[in-house]
């Protein structure tokens, strides 16, 4: 088999409401990515996920960079794919980010190719750990623009449809409002679910320690990016001022960066995304070397759990997955659950092809 096109695209889906972390308000959310073409008919698909701001240069990195290392090639080489796109002369510019997101949806697509000719769904192909599903825990009730009230009554309505793990966003300037908003949280909604913060990389170290020493007593599962995510040493002091568990990984782009987190202790939940790192291929290496610390994979949700759910399926010390539904309707077989648990998919590839009608309505290159 050869590849004989690469096709880039940029999709922009709105969302369906107003949603703001520490950093971001955006309306919508960006899905830059392309279609592997090959001789045997087989097209793969593979995307990254953005708040829309300069989708279209991904959209040049695939289909000019990066698709003239892969015209010609057999498209089930991944691994040496891999290598060749990661020392192409885009590596002289670029190793994280913007790069490093275009690599990741040419590896996706890569193994999505993988899979459909093998005929098997990528978890399949990976090796099934968990065939039954993994535990999926919601983000999308605890905006940091909702009001306490709009928080709690917007968290209270998942808990009746049956969650039972949340995350709410946390990080204004002014680490006394969140302090007063996770109490007020626990005080209206109790204790018997699973609660998660996430401060979106807003923090210094000082304020990040106050914060969790201010909140320690009211079960926080974890502390997701409270510090700049190449601030290894700041995460390092927290660890030790605080007995929160710390969570970190949608920002970091290598398997050197989590190497440097894992050796040092700093992170207790690795969320590794293979659409910031350069793909699957390192998603897996990450997974592998956590493993190794006997530290528990999280997967950030950039992807919308359509490829990751494959991965954690996949993989030992993979313990959750986080759902978001903004692109349910984007998708021909979007991830699914039942009573808290992914119900995995069984249809060759990696669940990554849209569905026609919703790729044509939001394409916009």
């Not at 090796?127 to 983000?139: I, L, M, Q, W």
């Not at 599962?221 to 601030?231: G, M, T």
């Not at 040493?233 to 440097?260: C, M, Q, W």
Request: net charge negative; glycine share 8%; proline share 5%.
């Amino acid at each position: 088999m050869k590849i004989t096109k690469v096709e880039p695209f940029v999709l922009q889906v709105p969302l369906k409401r107003d949603v703001s972390d520490a950093l971001d308000t955006n309306p919508f959310w960006g899905v830059p990515g392309c279609l592997i073409h090959t001789d045997e008919g087989i097209v793969g698909t593979g995307y990254t996920g953005t708040y829309s701001w300069g989708d279209e240069c991904f959209a040049d990195i695939i289909g000019t960079h990066f698709a003239e290392v892969l015209i010609g090639e057999d498209p089930t080489e991944i691994k040496r794919l891999w290598d060749k796109l990661h020392w192409s002369n885009l590596h002289w510019v670029g190793r994280a980010g913007m790069v490093s997101m275009a690599h990741a949806a040419v590896d996706i697509a890569l193994w999505d190719i993988t899979a459909k000719a093998a005929g098997l769904p990528l978890h399949r192909m990976l090796g099934s750990h968990k065939p039954e599903g993994v535990p999926v825990y919601n983000t999308d009730a605890g905006w940091l623009n909702w009001t306490k009230e709009e928080l709690v009554e917007d968290m209270g309505r998942l808990l009746e449809e049956g969650w039972t793990h949340l995350k709410m966003k946390v990080g204004h300037d002014d680490i006394r409002i969140d302090i007063d908003r996770v109490h007020y949280v626990r005080e209206h909604l109790g204790g018997d679910f699973t609660l998660m913060v996430d401060a979106n990389q807003k923090w210094n170290l000082q304020k990040a320690a106050a914060f969790a020493q201010a909140i320690e007593d009211l079960d926080i599962y974890w502390f997701e990016e409270p510090c700049h995510p190449d601030d290894v040493r700041s995460h390092v002091e927290l660890a030790r001022r605080t007995s929160i568990p710390l969570a970190l990984g949608e920002n970091v782009y290598s398997k050197f960066a989590f190497r440097d987190y894992l050796v040092s202790g700093a992170i207790q939940f690795v969320q590794a995304d293979c659409t910031r790192l350069s793909g699957i291929t390192e998603w897996l290496q990450v997974a592998g070397m956590a493993a190794c610390y006997d530290t528990a994979v999280v997967p950030h949700h950039g992807d919308f759990a359509q490829v990751q759910q494959h991965l954690v399926a996949a993989t030992p010390n993979a313990e959750m997955m986080e759902y978001i539904p903004w692109l349910l309707d984007v998708f021909v077989e979007p991830m699914n659950y039942k009573d808290g648990v992914l119900v995995l998919p069984e249809t060759p590839g990696a669940s990554t092809d849209f569905d026609p009608d919703a790729f044509a309505k939001y394409r916009i290159h």
